[in-house]
């Protein structure tokens, strides 16, 4: 059996000591090299990336807009699926800072990538929602392949084939939503075998996320506010709609496409 390459990264503002420290901790306790990939800070979006953010999109449903470091956290996590195109790994893992892994990390990218066939990206840490069967269960593994119903929610760690990372880079050529949602909603509209797993393979070290580095200052809540139109109120209630038939169609393309070997 071959063992593909896989290329981990954690993207972190370089002001950020502590955080570093942190996921350095977690790599080194796990086994694995890590690659910090710096992020971009809002202060130093350019006039290219902030032409990126769809403010007319935003503004048809949304009363507030996106922070500068909102809209920088985005370009960080498509910085960080160019910095794994750009190497010779197979795979990329892809972490925000705050990070922590589970003891059957190891073992489970390992299952993901020798006992499940059929997915592109990979979603490590999952919120307490519903969880969806999509293939008969493994014996004897770290974890089983799922279908989470908040797939928007979180992006604190996420596995990649060099296929998703190509899509998604592709494909997400402007947004209008925080950078989980974002991903999530483009791998939703384009058909990108995505799926979770169960137990975790991560978790994050602030669960209420009471130290922010995106909203460092309560920018989000210094936004001023517009008044929401009905018209507002109804494109807003035709995206969730449509995200949740996208949901149900991925759920059925899964099923199809998901396969487990046994060990």
């Known amino acids: 059996m071959s063992t593909p390459k896989i290329i ?17 901790q977690q790599a080194q306790k796990a086994g694995i ?17 902030r032409a990126l953010y769809d403010t007319r999109r935003r503004a048809s449903m949304y009363t507030t807009d996106l922070t500068a470091n909102e ?5 960080s996590h498509l910085k960080a699926l160019r910095t794994f195109l750009a190497s010779d790994a197979d795979y990329g893992v892809v972490f925000e800072d705050d990070v922590l892994l589970s003891e059957d990390f190891s073992a489970g990218i390992d299952c993901l990538l020798h006992r499940v066939q059929g997915w592109e990206v990979a979603k490590l840490y999952n919120e307490k929602c519903r969880l969806y069967d ?16 908040k797939i928007p929610w979180g992006s604190i760690g996420y596995l990649y084939s060099r296929a998703g990372a190509e899509k998604i ?41 009471e130290q922010s580095d995106i909203d460092a200052g309560c920018h989000r809540l210094q936004q001023p506010r517009r008044p929401r139109t009905l018209l507002m109120y109804l494109r807003y209630r035709l995206s969730v709609l ?22």
């Open 169 to 209: 880079v592709r494909h997400l050529t402007s947004f209008w939503m925080g950078a989980d949602t974002m991903v999530a909603k483009t791998m939703l509209a384009h058909r990108i075998p995505v799926i979770g797993v169960t137990p975790n393979l991560v978790t994050t070290a602030f669960p209420a996320n």
């Open 8 to 24: 981990y990264l954690a993207i972190n503002l370089p002001k950020s000591v502590e955080r570093r420290a942190l996921v350095e």
């Open 242 to 263: 449509e995200t949740a038939v996208q949901k149900a169609r991925m759920r059925a393309l899964l099923r199809r496409v998901i396969r487990t070997t046994e060990a």
């Open 71 to 75: 809209q920088a956290c985005m370009h």
């Open 134 to 149: 999509i293939c008969p269960p493994l014996k004897n593994a770290p974890l089983q392949p799922v279908f989470p119903k």
């Open 33 to 49: 090299t890590i690659e910090i990939v710096p992020a971009v800070a809002g202060a130093d979006l350019t006039e290219e990336q």
